[in-house]
């Protein structure tokens, strides 16, 4: 009675350590209780081995797929369309005499046709050994299961819709939509065959599980590693990771000193720049003494006018909009700037500036008093602004009435307080409140009282004077004071301006 079952093809369940296989039945022995299975599929997934064996105690449920027709071939190679796979080079599971597992290997060489047997998962290893148990029966275990299964009413189902999708080559092509049904109802079954039995009756404890973890525990675990492994601490869930900018480095070899000046005087004014060193203010009569010093070793006012000039010039250009305003295809949107200057060597700083910005292509408009005696310095400062294609005003009529780009005031000096009470300073003071352009103050000085024209940025050199909220935002420029002039008036210096030439101080 076994010999009729060889040619099925058939699923064995061989519990949770072997899987599921499936094939087609080649030998069935009622003496060893063994069943052997040709081109198996282990777990979806084609073996390497051309057949396997099977002994009963290893068998949990043997579900029979398909049973051939009378005059199907039950040896032959070339199999139909719903063969399980190819064969290739394999092993037989099987039992020696001691009762552990062994593997044999077997070589094989033939193929068949593609599979339309769902996958499972995937198994890396098909090379297994397995030690199953002994197990007495007084009758047939294959053949009691092939009984069983014939009488069911689930084995006639998949019987019928196997027979109606596996047919002979030699028989008619069935539709595609009856192999796709077949298909469909073999998956149904796959996923929602099982015993209904085997649904548990109650809910997964979410909580109950979720109490059984320490998360104190555990973080403290992590930070105790962290501190004998010298890594750096991840922090607590609450804690916010440190941000860093793309200028700065993660990594710090020593511990940075923001406290790089110091003044012999009290400060009445500290600023910071933007990573974060303090810079002091000076009174203006140090400030005065550091450049007569650096004058006698050597940095003439010629010197210190030229690079000032060239510092706020360079400011001045990045205000007006540096490279997207001034570039050769924009010559229609020329920017406007009006210098306003005295007869002293502010108003010579500004000049210089002035004579910068002509150079790249600004429309300047120099404002300058008419005097009859003015300084050297201011003299010389003229004499080459007169050179470029700007334009020098000595009344306030002559300047524009429409708002320029930028107003740069170069009016006041401390050692000419005089000059606040002629008409002219008024008025000029009156034409830039008037003009509602932006206002940047070169070197401005300290005023007791408000000043006439509110700076939106200031522009101080060396190191800033205490400047109030009138001057706006403070720069510093570096107009080349060597280092060991500030240590001879007393003032130990590190330069806070890095790579820059100008740079923005902040409030400390």
């Known amino acids: 009675m076994a010999t009729d079952w060889l040619g099925s093809i058939v699923s064995i369940n061989c519990g949770d350590s072997l899987g599921v296989y499936q094939g087609r039945v080649s030998a069935v022995d009622q003496v060893s209780q063994t069943i052997s299975l040709t081109r198996p599929f282990h777990n979806g997934v084609k073996c390497l081995v051309p057949e396997v064996t099977f002994r009963a105690g290893d068998i ?53 046709a593609p599979q339309n047997i769902p996958k499972r998962t995937d198994v890396k290893s098909q090379d297994a050994a397995v030690s199953p148990q002994q197990q007495q029966c007084s009758k047939s275990y294959v053949d009691r299961h092939m009984e ?121 004014k500290e600023f910071c720049t933007d990573s974060g060193l303090v810079v002091p203010s000076v009174s203006y009569e140090l400030h005065k003494k550091l450049l007569s010093v650096a004058e006698k070793h050597g940095l003439t006012l010629e010197r210190r006018l030229e690079m000032t000039g060239v510092c706020a010039s360079q400011m001045a250009l990045t205000l007006l909009g540096g490279p997207n305003r001034l570039n050769p295809k924009n010559v229609h949107q020329r920017p406007t700037v009006a210098l306003l200057c005295g007869p002293h060597v502010k108003g010579a700083q500004g000049i210089s500036c002035g004579r910068h910005l002509a150079n790249h292509d600004v429309q300047v408009i120099l404002f300058l008093p008419n ?53 002219w300073y ?69 330069s806070p301006f890095g790579c820059k030439f100008v740079i923005p101080l902040h409030s400390a």
């Open 426 to 494: 008024k008025a000029a003071v009156a034409w830039a409140n008037q003009n509602r352009a932006p206002v940047l103050s070169i070197d401005p000085p300290v005023h007791e009282v408000e000043q006439g024209i509110d700076a939106k940025w200031s522009l101080a050199l060396g190191l800033p004077l205490p400047l109030g909220e009138h001057a706006g935002r403070i720069y510093l420029c570096d107009i080349g004071i060597p280092q060991q002039v500030f240590q001879e008036v007393g003032i130990n210096y590190h």
């Open 148 to 268: 069983s299964l014939s009488q069911s009413k689930s084995f006639r189902r998949r019987h019928n819709s196997w027979s109606s999708s596996s047919r002979h080559p030699n028989q008619a092509t069935p539709k595609k939509s009856g192999l796709k049904n077949g298909q469909m109802k073999n998956k149904d079954d796959e996923c929602f065959g099982d015993d209904i039995e085997e649904i548990p009756d109650t809910d997964f404890d979410f909580e109950g599980n979720l109490a059984l973890f320490d998360k104190a525990a555990v973080f403290e675990e992590i930070d105790t590693y962290e501190r004998r492994s010298g890594t750096r601490s991840r922090g607590i869930p609450n804690e916010r990771p440190t941000r860093y900018r793309h200028d700065e480095n993660i990594l710090e070899s020593e511990p940075i000193v923001y406290r790089r000046i110091t003044v012999p005087h009290n400060v009445s």
């Open 371 to 423: 005097f009859v005696k003015m300084l050297e310095s201011v003299t010389n400062e003229l004499s080459l602004f007169s050179k470029t294609q700007g334009q020098q005003v000595s009344s306030l009529k002559d300047l524009p009435t429409s708002p320029v780009d930028l107003v740069i005031n170069c009016l006041d000096c401390p050692e000419n307080v005089f000059l606040r009470d002629q008409p």
């Open 60 to 112: 949990t449920e043997l579900k029979i797929l398909e049973i051939p027709g009378p005059g199907d071939n039950q040896h032959s190679g070339d199999l139909h369309q719903t063969e399980l796979g190819p064969s290739g080079v394999g092993c037989q599971v099987g039992i020696n005499q001691n009762g552990t597992g062994k593997l044999v290997k077997k070589p094989a060489s033939s193929s068949s």
